[in-house]
């Protein structure tokens, strides 16, 4: 993913996402090796569920891709999950043309 979404609120949507300590530390423990919710959860000390959820919202911003795989030990089918390259750069230009974006957004609805 490269640079940031166009509207003021999806921009805030993704610094909100990723205001968040423990998705930042799921992302930084997925950036250059792919692995699975327990692999993650045992890693981080947090719950799977919460990890599974995490890495789904994650897949759904674009910051993470997930494969499903067939292993020889159970769990037998995985889902393992890699972090994907992304980069924002966030300053005033960026603002205001979001700004005007939102704002023609706005008055097409």
């Known amino acids: 993913m490269n640079g940031l979404p166009p509207t003021l609120p ?5 610094f909100g996402f990723l205001g968040n ?6 992302l930084a423990a997925i950036a250059h090796k792919e ?3 327990r692999e993650i ?7 799977r569920p919460l990890v ?6 994650s897949e759904k911003h674009g910051l993470v891709k997930g494969v499903d795989r067939r292993c020889d030990e159970p769990p037998y089918h995985r889902r393992y999950y890699r972090a994907q390259p992304f980069e924002f750069t966030l300053n ?6 979001a700004e005007r974006e939102s704002k023609n957004g706005k008055q097409t609805d």
Request: net charge negative; aromatic share 6%.
């Open 10 to 14: 999806e921009i805030a949507g993704i």
């Open 21 to 26: 300590e423990q998705r930042l530390h799921i």
């Open 35 to 37: 692995k699975f919710a």
């Open 41 to 47: 959860s045992e890693e981080l000390n947090i719950s």
């Open 52 to 57: 599974v959820i995490y890495l789904k919202q």
């Open 92 to 97: 005033l230009e960026t603002l205001t043309q």
